[in-house]
C-alpha cells in the first residue's frame, strides 16, 4: 500500500529524468540543471497535487543513492591526492563562514541571536539540513526556522544559476570549481548538480568537498548546543541525536571508495554503476526542483537575506581566490 502510494509520483520524476535528457540535447544545457529546471517550472505553474507528493518527495533519497554509488568512480589514490589541504580548507571556510555570518547578523543588522545562528549553520555547513538540526538545540522558534530556511532556498536557487555561469566566464578548471562549489554553496543538491553542469571531474570534487562539510554537523551542532546551554536557552544533545543528524550516506560513499580502490568492480561495473548515479541524479534533481517555489521566495526576510548576500560574497570571492592560489 504504501508503495502504491508512491508510484503516481515517482513516475512523475521518471518522466521528469527522461525529458531533461531530450531537452538537454535540443537547447545544449547540462541535463541536470534542465532536471531542476522542469521541476521549478511544474511546481510554479501547475503545482504538485496532494497525490504526487509522496512519491516526488523520494527526491532526497535517489540523491544519497547517487552519491553513495558515485563513489565507485572514485579511488582513495584520487581523493588522498589533495584530500589533506581540501579539508584543511573546508573546516577553515566553514568555521569563517559562521563568523562571518554571525558577526554580520548580530552586530551590523541586530537580528535575534537564534536566527542568527540558524542563518550561520545554513550558510556554513549544510543547508536547510544545518538549519533544522541546530534549532532543535537552541529551541529557535518555529518562525526563525521558516525564516532562515527560505533565506537559504533562496540563494541555492540563485547559486544553481549563477555559479555554471562564472565558472565558465573565468574558465576555472574542474578541481578548482569542484571545491568552490563544495565549499562556498549551502545544499548538497545544488552543489552536486552545479559541479557536474561543469564537468565530470568538478562534480566529483564538487560533492566529495561537500559531504566533507556535511560531517561538519555533529561539531557544529554541539558547539551551539554548549553555547546556548551556559545562557540557559538550549538544550544538550544526546549521541543518538547527533547520529541521527550526520549524514550517514558518506559512509557508504566511503565504501564504495574503498572497494573501487582494492579493483573488486571490474571496469563494466564501474560504467554500469556510474549510469546508474546519472540517472539517478536526474530523479533526485527534478524533485529538487519543485521544491523551489516562488511563493516562498518572496516570504523571505530582508534583514536575513541581506546578511546572507554579504556574507556569501565575501566567503565565495575569498575562498575562490584561494583556491586559485592552491590549485
Known sequence: MAVRRLLPGLAVLCLGAVLARALSVTVGVNHLLVAIALGFVLANSLGVPERLRPG?????LWLATGIVLMGASLTLETVLEVGGVV???????????????????????????DLSSLLAAGAGICGVSAVVAVAGVIRARED???????????????????????????????IVFGIW???????????????????????????????????LIGAVVLAYASYYAR???????SVRTLWAEFPKFVLGFLALVV????????PAQQASIENAYNWLFLLAFVGLGTEIRLSGLRNTGLKPAVV????????????????SVLF
Not at 532556498?153 to 573565468?170: E, K, N
Not at 565549499?183 to 548538480?193: E, K, N
Not at 546572507?308 to 583556491?323: C, M, Q
Open 56 to 60: 516526488v518527495g523520494t527526491h532526497n
Open 259 to 266: 572497494l573501487a580502490s582494492v579493483g573488486v568492480l571490474s
Open 308 to 323: 546572507v548576500l554579504v556574507a556569501f560574497v565575501i566567503v565565495s570571492t575569498l575562498s575562490l581566490v584561494l583556491l
Open 87 to 113: 579539508l584543511l580548507v573546508v573546516v577553515g571556510v566553514a568555521g569563517f563562514t559562521i563568523l562571518v555570518v554571525e558577526a554580520l547578523a548580530r552586530n551590523v543588522f541586530g537580528l535575534a541571536d
Open 231 to 237: 545562557s540557559g536557552t538550549g538544550n544538550r544533545p
Open 144 to 174: 526563525k526556522i521558516a525564516y532562515a530556511a527560505a533565506t537559504v532556498l533562496l540563494f541555492d536557487a540563485i547559486t544553481i544559476v549563477v555559479y555554471p555561469i562564472v565558472g565558465d566566464l573565468l574558465s576555472l578548471s574542474g
Open 181 to 215: 562549489a563544495g565549499v562556498s554553496m549551502f545544499s548538497t543538491g545544488p552543489v552536486v548538480a552545479v559541479g557536474f553542469a561543469h564537468s565530470e571531474v568538478a562534480g566529483q570534487w564538487a560533492t566529495m568537498t561537500k559531504l566533507a562539510r556535511n560531517a
